[in-house]
Each structure stands twice: as structure tokens, then as C-alpha cells.
């Protein structure tokens, strides 16, 4: 299926600037998100269909905005469509020197080659900070972007808030995370860069959101079906994910939070969790703000189950305040 223009098709939709505005409106006081941008959290907001993401994701557009900060890191997820490399690095029964080779491509982070992003509601302009080029972090010159589509919605709604708030937005620094485990060796080395260059990128003018749908479930993802009427399954998933970001944060054992992730959740953070543990450092913390099953069914027209979470999630450093330019601990 072609997600990206199926999302591009949902933001073309007669309503649906109208719908924005509604959803924008309603998150115009919020003070959950309010307290947790001043406490530099790390907010999380899914890229499901907009009817599920839209009103999670205006509350995060709506108090980055009333926040005024100057510059927003957007953490994307690199979903691998097209991206032949993905696949020999995630797969261990391909040949060993085939999945380093696959690995030195993809890994690490990617930022889109274009200096704007357009949007039904205009164009979103990209930024990338001094000194952001390292090697695991570097512009798309082979096209592995051409096809993501987790960010597309965000910018839309931000450059529509931007204009129905009649304010100038922030700047935009999009980075896709790629793959950060060693395929052969399990290590976390490059989650452990990324983290390092994040922190010294956050500045106290800054801040960084992310995104990822953290279960997929059910006939179209090869999920062992469960014995369980939708809300038993919200309570079930919700408890391993919450399990998972434990593991992840608090325990910083990234490669039983990278199994859990891969194999029970299906969660598109895999890649992402090493790296937020590696830039928040020792005793970080995650907060599900909101969390629900969203019934895709209809969407790839497939039997029931076929749930996708649609999840609001801070992630959260220990002392709440990161002074900027503090050395990270994990580096």
C-alpha cells in the first residue's frame, strides 16, 4: 500500500483544514503538554490515519507553538519502504558480510536533501544546524526518504497552526532514524553517537518531538492472535509497552527493549528507544499521556483484528531540566 499518498490523500480532503482547526482549537489550553515542554520532555505523537493522530498531534503542534521556541529537532522513523538495505540488515539469515554491508548504508540518521517540505498548507522550510553532518548522519542522497511518509501529517498540521495562529513557525530540523543495532554484533554504539550529537543540539531554544505508531496487531502484521475483546487488548498492550519503555529508560537494557519491541509490540521505535535512552542518560522516564487501538481493518481491507496504537508519549530525563550542553551520559 501506498501510505504516503494515502496520508497525502487524507490531508487533501474537503474538511479537512477545517477539522485541523477544530482539533487545534480544543488543544488551545493544555497544561499536561504546557508542563512537559517545560520540563524539556521529549514529546511522541503516532502517524497513524488522521482521524486517529490529527487530534494528538495538534496538542503537541499547538503547545510547541505557545512555547515559542525557536527551533524543533523532529525525530521521524525510517519505515524501510523501498530501502533495499534495510531488510539484509534486519534479517539474520542473510549472509554476514551482506548484512554489514547493508548496515554501513543504513544506519544512524538521514535528513531530507530539500530545504522545504510541502505541505497541502504550504511549504514547511528545513533547517540543519552547525556541525550537524557526521558519519552516521547525513543529508538522503540515495532517496531512502522519497517514499517515508511519518512526518508528512506533522508538518501539515504545524505550518496550518502556524498560519491560523498568524505566527511565524519555528524552524525545522527533520532527522529519520535508521537502523542503531549492530546486526551481527547487538551493539548500540551508533544509538550512543546519535544521542551524543542530540544532546549538544538541544539547546535551551530547542526542542525535539518524535514520532512512532508503538504496537501494530493483529491479521496484516503475522500477530498470534489473542483470546480478547478490544478493551482487554488496550489494557494488555499498554502494560507491555509501558513494560518495554522501562526497559528501555529505566533499566537501559536496549536489547531486551529492542526485542520486545520488535517481536511482541511490532513497534516502529525499535530503532528509536536506544536512542532516546542514550540522549536523556540514567534515570529517564516515559509518561503514556494517551493511548488507544486503532482499528486499521477497513484501512489495508483485511479481517478484524488489525490494530494499530495511536499513542501520545513523553519521554522524560530524571532531573526534568537538561542544562544545554550538558555531556550525556551514555556517550
Partial sequence: ??????????????????????????ADRDDDIDRLLRQRAILSFPHTAIAFSGPLQARVVAGLLRANVRRVIVLGVLHGIGVEAIQPARDASALPEDRRRAFREVCGGFFPRADAWETPFGAVQRTLPDGCKTEILREDVKGYLIDEFSLDTFFAILQLAAEWMRIEPPEVVPLYVGV?????????????????????????DT????????????????????????????????????ETLDMALAARDWSAAYIASRDRLKSDQRELLPVLSALLGEGASAEILSFTLSNYAPIVDTPPPCLVASALIAYIHRSTCIEPGEESEAA
Wanted: proline content about 2%; glycine content about 6%; aromatic content about 12%.
Fill in 180 to 204: 542503531v543495532r549492530h546486526p551481527l554484533t547487538g551493539e548500540f554504539e551508533v544509538a550512543h553517537q546519535m544521542g551524543h550529537w542530540l544532546r549538544q543540539a538541544w539547546t535551551d
Fill in 207 to 242: 526542542a525535539i518531538v518524535a514520532t512512532g505508531d508503538v504496537v501494530h496487531y493483529g491479521t496484516a502484521y503475522g500477530s498470534t492472535l489473542l483470546e480478547a475483546e478490544l478493551p482487554e487488548l488496550v489494557r494488555r498492550f499498554r502494560r507491555q509497552l509501558a
Fill in 1 to 26: 500500500m501506498d501510505w504516503k499518498a494515502y496520508y497525502a490523500d487524507e490531508l487533501r480532503m474537503e474538511g479537512a483544514r477545517e477539522r485541523i482547526c477544530t482539533w487545534l482549537k480544543q
